[in-house]
């Protein structure tokens, strides 16, 4: 789906959605000098659709890939189009956008592969999976270049299990190096540097157990599991984590990225995108703004600010369980939107109307028009006394009668 976010529209919908056919990931797959020129589908089944970058037409169909595969990547410059499948096949395609395309392999990696991820100048890739550690390979030759050590918890004597389920490279400005974030299945993160060791130099839990309970039978159970990290993405100083019960956490990496000696081992939080319904499967940075999008089996696509509070800018309904998605580059807010005006729900949407009605022109009442309620009040409660006092006397009078025929009786 082609979607106009103000609008809350969508330009365009291409597809069916059939069994088998999910779409793993979107990749921008134009020309060096327009990029978003065409986009690529990956599908879960190893087929691949290439669209129109405005979601006009459907350009190609492309068969021969590996199923379930993890990575895509395309170099604009060498118009490569690079993937990695679960089993741990790495293939290349040098013509890509064509019905001929034809992929080559390259090398193996080590199976299962559950995240892969290329660095910057494309020259690194590195992949982990369920009980996979992470490894680090050239891309020349599929020489193994770093393999993680295996870590030992330190209260139970025991190596830690290492389920990877994301990952992203990021660009250390100070060391001129890049490291590794990455974040596991039991509700982990972890960040390495390979050129300098081959432990993290940081590793924490961000979750904490969960636990179900079931009213209706009487009964709570205790899993022994945590909720699993779904998807990264870091920019700058800011490093965004998800998980499977939608909460997207925001930590402060700048002290690892500042210092130029040793990166401390230090993550602090700081705030998260609020109002998240469901498991998150992609986090998706703009190319140039402070924005981040998020979509996932909630059927929502939120678009939110990374800087501040991260306030939510947008929300669209779009009716089906979501797993990918990209920002085009011309996507931007207006100056001096309201960036609350994009939620469609129909609870938001009546309390604002409510609240307008309460304050004319969004203006509170002013202290003349307090103090002329205030004696409208004070003048009702007068005539209600007033009233009761007649009633009172009413009352009293007749009191009085009954009394005078009481005596005439006797």
Same mark, same amino acid.
């Given at each position: 789906k082609f979607i106009e976010v103000e609008k809350k529209s969508i330009s365009s919908n291409h597809g069916e959605a059939t069994p088998g056919k999910t779409v793993n990931q979107l990749v921008w797959t134009g020309p060096a000098d327009n990029l978003e020129e065409t986009v690529t589908a990956v599908h879960a089944n190893g087929e691949f659709t290439v669209f129109a970058g405005d979601g006009s037409m459907v350009i190609a169909e492309i068969t021969g890939g590996d199923p379930d595969i993890?990575?895509?990547?395309?170099d604009a410059n060498k118009r490569h189009f690079t993937t990695v499948s679960a089993g741990g096949s790495v293939k290349r395609s040098s013509n890509w956008g064509s019905t001929e395309a034809v992929f080559e392999a390259l090398f193996t990696v080590t199976p299962p592969v559950s995240t892969a991820q290329l660095n910057q100048d494309r020259t690194k890739l590195m992949t982990a999976g369920r009980n996979n550690p992470a490894r680090v390979h050239s891309m020349e030759d599929g020489r193994l270049l770093w393999r993680e050590k295996n870590c030992i918890d330190?209260?139970?004597k025991i190596p &830690?299990? $290492?389920?990877?389920?994301a990952s992203q490279w990021l660009p250390h400005q100070a060391l001129k190096r890049e490291l590794i974030f990455s974040g596991t299945s039991d509700g982990r993160i972890r960040i390495h540097d390979p050129e300098k060791q081959r432990k993290p130099i940081f590793d924490t839990r961000i979750t904490k157990l969960t636990k179900v309970s079931l009213p209706h039978q009487g009964q709570e159970l205790a899993s022994n599991d945590y909720s699993a990290t779904t998807?990264?993405?870091a920019r700058s100083k800011w490093l965004l984590?998800?998980?499977?019960?939608?909460?997207?956490? &925001?930590?402060?990496i700048s002290r690892i990225l500042e210092r130029t000696e040793k990166p401390q081992i230090r993550v602090r939080q700081h705030?998260?995108? $609020?109002?998240?319904m469901g498991s998150v499967k992609c986090l998706c940075m703009h190319p140039s703004e402070n924005y981040v999008g998020a979509v996932g089996y909630g059927r929502h696509a939120y678009v939110y600010k990374t800087s501040g509070r991260c306030p939510q800018l947008a929300k669209v309904y779009l009716k089906q369980k979501l797993t990918a998605m990209l920002f085009s580059s011309d996507y931007h807010l207006s100056d001096g939107v309201n960036p609350r005006k994009f939620i469609t729900t129909e609870e938001e949407e009546n309390a604002s109307d409510g609240a307008a009605s309460d304050y004319s022109c969004g203006q509170e009442p002013s202290d003349s028009e307090e103090d002329e309620e205030d004696m409208d009040d004070d003048k009702e409660d007068v005539e209600l006394g007033s009233q009761d006092a007649d009633s009172d006397s009413e009352e009293g009078d007749g009191d009085e009668e009954d009394d005078e025929e009481d005596d005439g009786s006797e």
């Open positions: 993890k990575m895509a990547n395309w330190k209260r139970l &830690r299990r $290492q389920w990877y389920a998807a990264i993405a984590v998800a998980n499977t019960f939608g909460a997207v956490k &925001r930590f402060d705030g998260a995108l $609020q109002h998240i």
